[in-house]
Every structure is written in C-alpha cells, then in structure tokens.
C-alpha cells in the first residue's frame, strides 16, 4: 500500500506530529506500508519525534503574495503526487487548504481527512468582534464545502461528529504516546499541565483556579509544559495571583513521559480540544485527570469520579474542587488512576493502527 500524509509541518513539538509519528512508523514498520509525508516550506530537518527510517520525505517551497504561494503549492503537491502515485491519500491539515486538496490535486486515488481540532479552533479569543464572527461563519462554509469531496472524513471523538454533516463521517481516535511498565506513585506533591500556551489551552484559567488550591495546598506545585508565549502574560497572571512560588513554566521537553511518572494528578484547562492526548498520557502512567468537560475529547476519555474528574467547561472553582479532592484524598485518587491506567489501553497503538489498516484497506478495494 502506497500512502501519502500531506501535511504542513512534522518537525514541532505538537499533538498531531507525535501522532503521526506513532501511526506512520508503526504502519511502515509493522503493516509495509509505503509511507510518504508532505510538508510545506519546512526547513528544519531535525525532528521532534521519533520516526521510522522507511518513511520518504517531501517538502514544498511554496513563496510570495498569497497568489503566487498558492500557485506554488498547488502546482508542486500536483508533481509530487504524480511522481507517487499513491494508492490512497490522507490530509492532516486542520487550516483552511487542506479541506480543497481534492479540487487542488483532481482526487487521483481515495482519500481521507482527518480533523485533530473542533472546529471552535477558529475562535481565538474570548470576545471576537462582529468582523471576526462573520469570517469565522465563511471559514465554516468553505469548510462545509470542501468537506464533502472526501471518501472519509475522520474525526478524534463521538463530540466531534456533532460539528459536520456530512455522510462520509468516522471516528478513529489518536493512540497512545506510550503505555510504560512503571507508573506514578502519585505521591509528589505536583500537578501537571502539558500544551503550548494559548488561548486554546486556557492556562488563565487554570492559574485562577490554581489560586483557590494552593489556599488550601500551599505545599503543592503546578508543572506547565509547553510552548513559551509571551503574549499570553501568564507570569504575569501568576504574580498579580500570588502564586508565581506554586506555578512553574517549561519549554517542552522530549522525555515528557518522566514528567507524567513524576506527577500525581493532571490538569486540563482548554477551552476546547480535538482529542486531549495528554489525558491519555497521563492516565497510562496511572495518574487520574481534572478536566474541563469542554468541546470534544474530555468526556470521551474520562468517565467522571471513577478514572478521573470532569468539570463543567469554564467552571473556575469546580476545577479547583476537583484538583483540591485528589490531592486531599489519597484513597481517591490511587483508586482513579488505577482505573486510568486500565480505561485507556482501549488508544493502544496497535489498537488504533489497525483501524486505519482497516479503512484504507476497504476504500482502495485492496481487502486480504
């Protein structure tokens, strides 16, 4: 089987290039697959990730006024296809192109969307302005539009399918990260957060909320790994709080795995999600998850007071309850990460994986 992933870049610290590492490596290496990725105008050759050696690289310099860059890219995705010519395609590419590259390429062979954001990624900020609302409404019509001239549309969550319409529809969710013999003691007094800093992650509120634990847990701390944005002033939000002792800020790190296993619960503060992959990755070192039950993921992967604990999206104290419970009872929390641990072997990556195999298998005709 001939696959080409088309997407912008591979070379982050992101969710969708650590998935994409896991499912393309593991279906070259374990499924044969000939796995070619596409990327556009990425310079940096050094990876973040991990991926299998038998993956072919493609990247597409695309430069100029918006005319010319579209050009670009549409004419080399054209030449680099044709060279393929692959058996089927996927599209991981949550801006606005990549719902039109099946008009941009002529749809040569089957192929697939995967969606790894809710739709809300559009809305950046609390209170958009009536120019920002109108736009948002024409992005989600083309988005509608385009949609529809794919064979499957693959969405992370059963939340997700209440955002489309359309009748090509799947979910398959990310796999796990790792699922490690060791676990947490859950015994350190520290609490993580994992993502970039953004509007999206929603880290304001979750320093709010930390104000009211550390009230009542001054001996605690709060780990935030992720993207460094200056703009979102958290240091800031964290001094006014009087909290900058309890919270501590980190670029991201490749062994983010040692910082699950160090925790003992985990955050998730987002104002909306794809999936949250970082629960998953917690809850397989057994550490039990405060979410906020926000549009879509949370609630598909945490079931509420037994692996973990769902809150009311934008609930400022309930999040602080919910963190302030765990950490107050022991019992509770060994209990719920416990549970974590055995709920989500159901993302094993070999799980995952052969869901894909499934599908591509079916809409090229090529079954065993």
């Not at 909320?209 to 605690?220: A, E, G, I, M, R």
């Not at 999936?275 to 057994?286: D, K, N, P």
């Not at 765990?326 to 994986?353: H, W």
Request: aromatic share 10%; proline share 4%.
């Amino acid at each position: 089987m001939r696959l080409i992933y088309i997407v912008n870049r591979i070379d982050g610290p992101g969710g969708l290039e650590r998935v994409l590492s896991i499912k393309a490596s593991m279906l070259a290496d374990q499924f044969g697959y000939d796995i070619h990725v596409v990327t556009l105008n990425q310079k940096n050759q050094d990876l973040f990730y991990d991926f299998s050696s038998k993956l072919t690289y493609h990247n597409i310099n695309a430069k100029g006024n918006p005319i010319r860059h579209i050009y670009q890219y549409a004419s080399g995705l054209r030449n680099v296809v044709k060279k393929i010519n692959p058996d089927v395609i996927a599209v991981c590419d949550d801006g606005l192109k990549g719902f039109f590259v099946p008009l941009i390429i002529g749809k040569p062979c089957p192929m697939i969307y995967e969606r790894h954001v809710s739709k809300n990624a559009e809305i950046g900020k609390e209170n958009p302005s009536f120019t920002s609302r109108v736009l948002t409404k024409v992005k989600y019509g083309l988005m509608n539009f385009g949609g529809r001239f794919y064979d499957r549309f693959v969405v992370l969550t059963n939340g997700n399918l209440n955002e489309w319409s359309f009748k090509n529809l799947m979910v398959i969710p990310n796999p796990l990260s790792f699922y490690p013999d060791e676990q947490s003691t859950l015994q350190n007094k520290k609490v993580l957060a994992v993502g970039k800093q953004s509007f999206q992650k929603g880290y304001d509120r979750l320093l709010d909320s930390w104000k009211l634990v550390v009230d009542k847990h001054p001996d605690w701390v709060l780990d935030i790994y992720g993207t460094i944005s200056k703009k979102e002033r958290l240091d800031e939000q964290a001094n006014t709080l009087g909290i900058s002792e309890n919270v501590n800020f980190y670029a991201p790190v490749k062994n983010i795995a040692d910082k699950y296993k160090e925790a003992s619960v985990y955050v998730m503060s987002s104002r909306y999600e794809g999936f949250g992959m970082v629960l998953t990755e917690a809850m397989a070192y057994g550490v039990p998850c405060v979410s906020f039950d926000c549009p879509y993921g949370p609630s598909d992967i945490i079931s509420d007071q037994n692996n973990g604990v769902l809150v009311e999206n934008n609930d400022i104290i309930g999040l602080a309850n919910g963190i302030n419970f765990l950490i107050g009872n022991n019992d509770s929390r060994t209990a719920m990460g416990k549970n974590a641990r055995k709920d989500v072997q159901r993302y094993l990556p070999e799980k995952i994986t052969a869901e894909w195999n499934d599908l591509f298998k079916k809409i090229t005709g090529k079954l065993d």
